[in-house]
């Protein structure tokens, strides 16, 4: 919408245009249309998808023992399920998912705001902080298996290493982001510190660190998943694990659909969260 | 808003404020005054760069004085001394009688970009300032309001700064800035980016505040000769670091911001400056 405004003063109560849209009159038609499109869209490429499953695993194209079908997999998925195996071992694994994601996301957003704010003390840690962050995690796995045991502290442990550089460097960046102008008028209007952070500096971080989470928390199950593949007493990667060692395959592909679509929830509820929060934001920067 | 309505609440504490501070009313002296300032910045590898040398300046209570020049001539680096966001290297500055900094209290402060905070509805940025300051929450909303009203954007109070057009957005930044009730105002290439017909009607706005009150002390830094001569009492030039020119524009007020440009002496004063400037 062009941005139009009389130059005559008298008048500029009436000239003003808004752009975009004001609040409370979204275009709630179109937009619910759009969105139904995509839906269906999403849904005909899923059952496309699965279609092409059944029909790989009809003609045989892999070798046999590879070839299970998605109706073996659901048939397996629902026995599992009746046996009470699935729940139990679902929530071994998603229990430490949210423990690693909240503690090592907390630790993450405290530590790179803290470096955002402390340039020195990051031009001296950077270098470590890279090599830490390059490393290999699911490597540190069997260590640290050992040193903590096959039950939840491990698989925590090796998600916490990955998910809290994720959110750390998010949070770094988000601060580092304020507008210079910001910090020029919120000084001459006499901002504290500590008015300057909770104002400015953590409002202005924000997205970054949701934006951070969001990845973190996929990444916390990504290494859960991968410590329980290596040795854990319960959890998805151990039934994956075990299954594949038995040539089961139908389980494991089960149950890698089932980590598969984990993943699209927690991520469309952290997509819900986040525009909740983040409603200031231009619809294109969201 | 044409005059100062004494009767609104808003307005009353804005005048209840200004008696505790006697210093502010018109003719009590200098607001600002710089001695022998000199600002160079140390540049490693290289000799110090100067910015500003020995500038002698006084400006007095109510005056409004544009500071003018091409870019790099200092103008911003003397409003930064003024704002205390940078410290002279030699010399002195004091503001309202003490130090810069001490007089933070009464500074106002406008950009060339708005400078509104994108999580805050237009209202809570007017509101920004007052909050700095501990106004407590229903005075603090009751302030923004009326001044959102002077700007003619009531209605526009609970819009997201992406919702308003620029020049909506800078008289947002207008409204937060009357809001503290500054009695110094300084203003760094405030309309610059502007659009030429939205400038015209925000410069207007702008001189409609100002001239409906107790004239408050004004700092405007601007590259645009025409912006200085039609809005200014003092227009001071700088070049090089020191004061080339300072002139008084002795045009009367209230001023018509359309038809300024075909005063005699405005354009007496732009050919003068214009001359000085190449």
Redesign the interface.
């Known amino acids: 919408m062009p941005?139009t405004?009389?130059?005559?003063?008298s008048l500029?109560?009436d000239a003003?245009?808004?752009?975009?849209?004001?609040?409370g009159s979204r275009s709630r038609v179109g937009l619910t249309r759009e969105t139904l499109v995509v839906r269906v869209l999403q849904v005909s490429l899923g059952l496309a998808l699965v279609g092409l499953w059944q029909l790989a695993a009809d003609l045989k194209w892999p070798d046999p023992v590879l070839a299970k079908s998605p109706v073996q997999s659901w048939d397996y998925l629902v026995g599992a399920a009746r046996s009470g195996e699935l729940l139990s071992n679902t929530w071994a694994t998603m229990s430490a998912v949210l423990i690693a994601w909240v503690l090592a996301g907390l630790a993450g957003v405290v530590a790179g705001l803290a470096l955002g704010l402390m340039p020195r003390t990051e031009r001296v840690l950077n270098p470590y902080l890279d090599a830490a962050n390059a490393m290999p995690r699911i490597a540190l796995a069997p260590l640290l298996i050992v040193a903590l045991g096959i039950g939840q502290s491990a698989k925590v442990a090796v998600a916490s290493t990955l998910v809290f550089f994720i959110v750390l460097s998010g949070a770094r960046a988000g601060v580092r982001s304020a507008?210079a102008?910001?910090l020029?008028?919120?000084?001459?209007?006499?901002?504290?510190k500590r008015?300057l952070f909770f104002?400015?500096l953590l409002?202005?971080a924000?997205p970054a660190i949701f934006a951070a989470l969001r990845l973190g928390i996929i990444y916390s199950l990504l290494g859960v998943v991968g410590s329980e593949l290596i040795s854990a007493r319960d959890g998805l990667g151990q039934l994956i694990a075990y299954d594949s060692s038995v040539f089961q395959m139908d389980g494991v592909y089960g149950i890698l659909v089932l980590l598969a679509v984990i993943a699209v929830i927690l991520n469309q509820l952290m997509s819900l969260l986040e525009r909740r929060l983040l409603?200031?934001?231009?619809p294109a920067d969201r | 808003m044409a005059t100062n309505e004494s009767g609104d609440p808003a307005m009353t504490l804005t005048s209840a404020d200004r008696q505790q501070r006697p210093q502010s009313a018109p003719g009590a002296g200098a607001a600002i005054s710089l001695n022998a300032v000199t600002v160079a910045y140390s540049n490693p590898g290289h000799d110090a760069r100067t910015v500003l040398s020995g500038i002698d300046l006084t400006i007095p209570s109510g005056e409004f004085t544009a500071l003018v020049g091409r870019s790099g001539c200092g103008k911003t680096t003397l409003l930064n001394l003024i704002a205390g966001l940078v410290d002279p290297s030699a010399g002195s500055v004091s503001v309202r009688g003490t130090e810069p900094r001490d007089a933070r209290g009464h500074l106002g402060f406008m950009l060339a970009r708005d400078a509104l905070l994108p999580w805050r509805t237009a209202r809570r940025n007017v509101e920004y300032g007052l909050e700095l300051r501990g106004i407590a929450r229903a005075k603090r909303r009751e302030i923004a309001l009326h001044w959102l009203e002077a700007v003619q954007l009531a209605h526009a109070q609970d819009h997201w700064p992406w919702q308003l057009s620029q020049g909506m957005r800078q008289r947002v930044a207008l409204a937060r800035t009357w809001a503290l009730d500054p009695s110094v105002l300084l203003m760094d290439e405030p309309f610059a980016a502007l659009d030429v017909n939205t400038r015209v009607s925000v410069q207007a706005k702008f001189l409609e505040l100002w001239q409906a009150e107790v004239h408050r002390t004004v700092v405007f830094v601007t590259h645009d000769l025409g912006e200085a001569i039609a809005l200014a009492d003092r227009v001071v030039l700088l070049g090089g670091g020191r004061v080339l020119d300072d002139v008084a524009v002795e045009i009367d007020r209230p001023r018509d911001l359309a038809t300024i440009s075909s005063d005699r002496r405005y354009q007496q004063l732009y050919d003068r400056l214009r001359e000085q400037l190449h």
């Open positions: 941005i405004e009389d130059s005559r003063p500029l109560a003003d245009q808004v752009p975009g849209r004001s609040p507008d102008e910001w020029r008028l919120s000084a001459v209007l006499g901002a504290r008015q104002k400015v409002p202005v924000t409603l200031w934001q231009p």
